[in-house]
Protein backbone atom coordinates (compact mmCIF):
# COMPACT_ATOMS: atom_id res chain seq x y z
CA UNK A 1 0.00 0.00 0.00
CA UNK A 2 1.12 3.31 -0.80
CA UNK A 3 0.27 6.32 0.47
CA UNK A 4 0.75 10.46 -0.55
CA UNK A 5 0.74 12.50 2.76
CA UNK A 6 -1.57 15.83 2.80
CA UNK A 7 1.00 19.03 2.25
CA UNK A 8 0.73 21.59 5.12
CA UNK A 9 0.30 24.33 2.35
CA UNK A 10 -2.95 23.09 1.70
CA UNK A 11 -4.06 23.53 5.14
CA UNK A 12 -4.74 19.71 5.77
CA UNK A 13 -3.54 17.66 9.07
CA UNK A 14 -0.46 16.55 8.65
CA UNK A 15 1.92 14.47 11.44
CA UNK A 16 3.34 16.58 14.44
CA UNK A 17 6.93 18.40 13.86
CA UNK A 18 8.94 19.86 16.28
CA UNK A 19 8.47 23.11 17.21
CA UNK A 20 10.76 26.00 16.30
CA UNK A 21 12.38 27.51 19.45
CA UNK A 22 12.28 30.71 20.31
CA UNK A 23 13.75 33.02 22.76
CA UNK A 24 11.29 33.18 25.72
CA UNK A 25 9.57 37.18 25.82
CA UNK A 26 9.37 38.78 28.87
CA UNK A 27 7.22 41.63 28.52
CA UNK A 28 6.55 44.90 30.87
CA UNK A 29 5.05 48.14 30.48
CA UNK A 30 6.26 51.41 29.36
CA UNK A 31 3.95 52.91 32.39
CA UNK A 32 5.14 50.43 35.02
CA UNK A 33 8.19 52.09 36.10
CA UNK A 34 9.27 49.54 38.57
CA UNK A 35 8.56 46.42 36.12
CA UNK A 36 10.59 48.45 33.10
CA UNK A 37 13.48 48.96 35.42
CA UNK A 38 13.54 45.17 37.13
CA UNK A 39 13.54 44.05 33.63
CA UNK A 40 15.99 46.27 32.22
CA UNK A 41 19.24 44.13 32.60
CA UNK A 42 17.87 40.55 31.65
CA UNK A 43 19.30 39.94 28.47
CA UNK A 44 18.10 36.14 28.37
CA UNK A 45 14.91 36.89 27.30
CA UNK A 46 13.56 38.61 24.35
CA UNK A 47 12.50 41.74 26.01
CA UNK A 48 9.33 43.95 24.84
CA UNK A 49 6.83 46.78 25.93
CA UNK A 50 3.48 45.57 26.17
CA UNK A 51 2.23 48.71 23.78
CA UNK A 52 4.63 47.17 20.95
CA UNK A 53 2.97 44.18 21.14
CA UNK A 54 -0.40 45.84 19.92
CA UNK A 55 -1.90 42.67 22.06
CA UNK A 56 -0.51 39.99 19.98
CA UNK A 57 1.77 37.37 21.49
CA UNK A 58 3.62 35.25 20.29
CA UNK A 59 2.44 31.43 19.83
CA UNK A 60 5.08 30.26 22.42
CA UNK A 61 4.16 32.43 25.39
CA UNK A 62 5.51 34.93 27.68
CA UNK A 63 5.89 36.56 30.97
CA UNK A 64 4.46 39.58 32.08
CA UNK A 65 6.20 41.43 34.69
CA UNK A 66 4.16 44.10 36.44
CA UNK A 67 3.29 46.08 40.07
CA UNK A 68 -0.03 47.84 39.51
CA UNK A 69 -3.13 46.25 40.27
CA UNK A 70 -5.36 49.00 37.82
CA UNK A 71 -2.85 48.14 35.23
CA UNK A 72 -3.71 44.86 35.17
CA UNK A 73 -7.48 45.29 35.78
CA UNK A 74 -7.14 47.74 32.53
CA UNK A 75 -6.03 45.10 30.48
CA UNK A 76 -7.56 41.90 31.93
CA UNK A 77 -9.05 40.77 28.89
CA UNK A 78 -5.73 40.25 27.08
CA UNK A 79 -3.39 38.83 30.23
CA UNK A 80 -5.71 36.32 31.60
CA UNK A 81 -4.38 34.06 28.70
CA UNK A 82 -3.27 30.40 29.06
CA UNK A 83 0.31 31.13 27.26
CA UNK A 84 0.92 34.11 29.69
CA UNK A 85 2.67 34.05 33.00
CA UNK A 86 2.16 36.99 35.00
CA UNK A 87 4.96 37.97 38.28
CA UNK A 88 3.45 41.04 40.28
CA UNK A 89 5.82 42.98 41.96
CA UNK A 90 4.22 44.18 45.66
CA UNK A 91 4.42 44.04 48.92
CA UNK A 92 0.35 42.37 49.11
CA UNK A 93 -1.57 39.92 47.17
CA UNK A 94 -4.19 42.45 44.62
CA UNK A 95 -7.84 42.44 45.99
CA UNK A 96 -9.72 41.51 43.35
CA UNK A 97 -10.21 37.80 43.51
CA UNK A 98 -10.59 37.83 39.59
CA UNK A 99 -7.03 39.72 39.36
CA UNK A 100 -5.26 37.67 42.23
CA UNK A 101 -6.12 34.22 39.89
CA UNK A 102 -4.11 35.80 37.29
CA UNK A 103 -1.05 35.94 39.30
CA UNK A 104 1.58 33.51 38.77
CA UNK A 105 3.92 34.56 41.42
CA UNK A 106 4.16 37.22 43.95
CA UNK A 107 7.67 39.15 44.70
CA UNK A 108 8.71 42.40 46.67
CA UNK A 109 9.43 44.95 44.95
CA UNK A 110 12.86 45.11 46.48
CA UNK A 111 14.02 41.97 45.03
CA UNK A 112 16.75 41.30 43.69
CA UNK A 113 16.91 41.21 40.04
CA UNK A 114 19.01 37.89 39.99
CA UNK A 115 15.96 36.24 41.85
CA UNK A 116 13.59 37.76 39.56
CA UNK A 117 15.19 36.66 37.01
CA UNK A 118 15.02 33.26 38.50
CA UNK A 119 11.29 33.25 38.80
CA UNK A 120 10.96 34.24 35.38
CA UNK A 121 12.57 30.80 34.61
CA UNK A 122 10.19 28.97 36.97
CA UNK A 123 7.23 30.66 35.34
CA UNK A 124 8.90 29.88 31.65
CA UNK A 125 9.52 26.14 32.83
CA UNK A 126 5.82 26.05 34.08
CA UNK A 127 4.33 27.39 30.90
CA UNK A 128 6.98 25.03 29.03
CA UNK A 129 5.52 21.94 31.03
CA UNK A 130 1.38 22.93 30.57
CA UNK A 131 2.03 22.90 26.59
CA UNK A 132 3.80 19.46 27.05
CA UNK A 133 1.23 18.41 28.87
CA UNK A 134 -1.54 19.66 26.70
CA UNK A 135 0.41 17.87 23.52
CA UNK A 136 0.60 14.67 25.09
CA UNK A 137 -3.41 14.71 25.87
CA UNK A 138 -4.10 15.54 22.35
CA UNK A 139 -1.69 12.46 21.01
CA UNK A 140 -3.34 10.40 23.42
CA UNK A 141 -6.60 11.34 22.14
CA UNK A 142 -5.78 10.97 18.93
CA UNK A 143 -4.07 7.46 19.45
CA UNK A 144 -7.08 6.23 21.76
CA UNK A 145 -9.51 7.26 18.30
CA UNK A 146 -7.12 5.06 16.12
CA UNK A 147 -7.66 2.11 18.40
CA UNK A 148 -10.94 2.78 18.41
CA UNK A 149 -11.26 2.54 14.82
CA UNK A 150 -9.06 -0.26 14.08
CA UNK A 151 -11.18 -2.30 16.49
CA UNK A 152 -14.53 -1.11 14.11
CA UNK A 153 -12.23 -2.17 11.49
CA UNK A 154 -11.34 -5.89 13.06
CA UNK A 155 -15.23 -6.30 13.34
CA UNK A 156 -16.10 -5.25 9.92
CA UNK A 157 -12.92 -7.76 8.69
CA UNK A 158 -14.82 -10.36 9.96
CA UNK A 159 -18.85 -9.90 8.59
CA UNK A 160 -17.43 -8.52 5.52
CA UNK A 161 -17.88 -10.59 2.44
CA UNK A 162 -17.32 -8.78 -0.29
CA UNK A 163 -13.31 -8.68 -1.62
CA UNK A 164 -13.43 -5.67 -3.29
CA UNK A 165 -15.55 -3.20 -1.12
CA UNK A 166 -13.03 -4.59 2.07
CA UNK A 167 -9.85 -3.81 -0.15
CA UNK A 168 -11.59 -0.37 -0.79
CA UNK A 169 -11.98 0.00 3.75
CA UNK A 170 -8.32 -0.94 4.25
CA UNK A 171 -7.06 1.66 1.67
CA UNK A 172 -9.80 4.33 2.80
CA UNK A 173 -8.51 3.58 6.70
CA UNK A 174 -4.87 3.69 5.84
CA UNK A 175 -5.73 6.69 4.22
CA UNK A 176 -7.18 8.03 7.44
CA UNK A 177 -4.56 7.10 9.91
CA UNK A 178 -1.42 8.55 7.57
CA UNK A 179 -4.01 11.70 6.78
CA UNK A 180 -3.18 10.77 3.13
CA UNK A 181 -4.66 12.58 0.26
CA UNK A 182 -4.69 10.03 -2.23
CA UNK A 183 -3.28 6.30 -2.19
CA UNK A 184 -3.19 3.21 -3.93
CA UNK A 185 -3.14 -1.09 -2.91
CA UNK A 186 -1.64 -3.83 -4.54
CA UNK A 187 -1.69 -7.66 -4.39
CA UNK A 188 0.55 -10.26 -4.61
CA UNK A 189 -0.26 -12.77 -6.64
CA UNK A 190 0.88 -15.69 -8.53
CA UNK A 191 1.70 -15.21 -12.51
CA UNK A 192 -0.95 -16.88 -14.77
CA UNK A 193 0.13 -19.02 -17.53
CA UNK A 194 0.57 -16.18 -20.25
CA UNK A 195 3.24 -14.45 -18.18
CA UNK A 196 4.99 -17.35 -16.39
CA UNK A 197 8.08 -18.41 -17.93
CA UNK A 198 8.36 -22.04 -19.57
CA UNK A 199 10.17 -24.44 -16.89
CA UNK A 200 10.95 -21.48 -14.59
CA UNK A 201 9.47 -21.40 -11.08
CA UNK A 202 6.29 -19.95 -10.53
CA UNK A 203 6.95 -16.18 -9.99
CA UNK A 204 4.68 -13.88 -8.02
CA UNK A 205 3.52 -10.45 -9.62
CA UNK A 206 2.10 -7.44 -7.85
CA UNK A 207 -1.43 -6.15 -8.78
CA UNK A 208 -2.26 -2.38 -8.67
CA UNK A 209 -5.71 -3.33 -7.31
CA UNK A 210 -7.28 -0.19 -5.74
CA UNK A 211 -7.01 3.71 -6.06
CA UNK A 212 -8.10 6.31 -4.54
CA UNK A 213 -7.63 10.02 -4.78
CA UNK A 214 -9.58 12.77 -3.16
CA UNK A 215 -7.76 15.59 -5.08
CA UNK A 216 -8.25 14.43 -8.56
CA UNK A 217 -10.15 12.20 -10.76
CA UNK A 218 -7.82 9.28 -12.33
CA UNK A 219 -9.02 7.18 -14.45
CA UNK A 220 -7.82 3.65 -13.23
CA UNK A 221 -6.84 0.84 -14.97
CA UNK A 222 -5.41 -2.52 -13.48
CA UNK A 223 -2.30 -3.51 -14.02
CA UNK A 224 0.86 -5.65 -12.56
CA UNK A 225 4.56 -5.04 -11.89
CA UNK A 226 6.89 -7.26 -11.19
CA UNK A 227 8.50 -7.69 -7.69
CA UNK A 228 11.78 -6.39 -7.60
CA UNK A 229 13.80 -3.03 -7.10
CA UNK A 230 12.76 -1.56 -10.38
CA UNK A 231 9.95 0.11 -9.21
CA UNK A 232 8.40 1.63 -5.24
CA UNK A 233 5.89 -0.93 -5.04
CA UNK A 234 7.83 -3.69 -6.19
CA UNK A 235 10.86 -2.81 -3.88
CA UNK A 236 8.39 -2.95 -0.68
CA UNK A 237 7.12 -6.43 -1.95
CA UNK A 238 10.10 -7.56 -2.35
CA UNK A 239 11.96 -6.47 0.95
CA UNK A 240 9.21 -5.94 3.23
CA UNK A 241 10.80 -2.64 4.19
CA UNK A 242 8.83 0.28 5.04
CA UNK A 243 9.83 3.34 2.50
CA UNK A 244 9.56 7.00 3.62
CA UNK A 245 9.80 9.69 0.58
CA UNK A 246 9.40 12.76 1.28
CA UNK A 247 9.49 14.29 -2.28
CA UNK A 248 8.35 11.78 -4.95
CA UNK A 249 10.41 14.11 -7.39
CA UNK A 250 13.78 13.90 -5.93
CA UNK A 251 14.19 9.89 -5.09
CA UNK A 252 17.17 8.96 -3.32
CA UNK A 253 17.45 5.98 -5.37
CA UNK A 254 16.67 5.32 -8.99
CA UNK A 255 12.46 4.03 -9.65
CA UNK A 256 12.61 4.51 -13.26
CA UNK A 257 8.35 2.88 -13.19
CA UNK A 258 6.62 6.25 -13.25
CA UNK A 259 4.01 6.24 -10.25
CA UNK A 260 2.09 9.16 -11.02
CA UNK A 261 0.55 10.22 -13.88
CA UNK A 262 -2.53 12.58 -12.72
CA UNK A 263 -3.04 16.44 -13.04
CA UNK A 264 -1.15 17.22 -9.67
CA UNK A 265 1.64 17.39 -7.93
CA UNK A 266 2.53 14.29 -5.25
CA UNK A 267 5.12 15.49 -2.55
CA UNK A 268 5.73 12.17 0.00
CA UNK A 269 5.07 8.93 -0.72
CA UNK A 270 4.90 6.44 2.17
CA UNK A 271 4.68 2.26 0.95
CA UNK A 272 4.21 0.03 3.85
CA UNK A 273 3.58 -3.55 3.27
CA UNK A 274 0.93 -5.41 4.75
Same mark, same amino acid.
Given at each position: =??????????????????? /???????????????? /?????? =?????????????????? $??????????????????????????????????????????????????????????? =? #????????????? /?????? /???? #??????????????? $?????????????????????? $???? $?????????????????????????????????? #?????????????????? #???????????????????????????????????????
Amino acid at each position: =MSASPKSAVTGEPQSLAEP /RKQQPTLIYFESDELA /RICTAG =MARFFRRSFENLDGSFPD $SGGVVVISSEPLLAENYEILHAPNLRLLALCEARFREPRLDGVVYSYLPPQTPRDLVER =M #VDNALEHLHLTFS /RRDLNE /RLMA #VTGEIHQLNQIGAAL $SSEHDTGKLLEMILTKSREFTR $SDAG $SLYLVEAAGPEEAEANQPARKLLRFKVAQNESVT #VHFRESTLEIDDRSIAGY #VALTGHIVSIDDAYRLRRPFPTPLIAALTRTRGIAPSPF
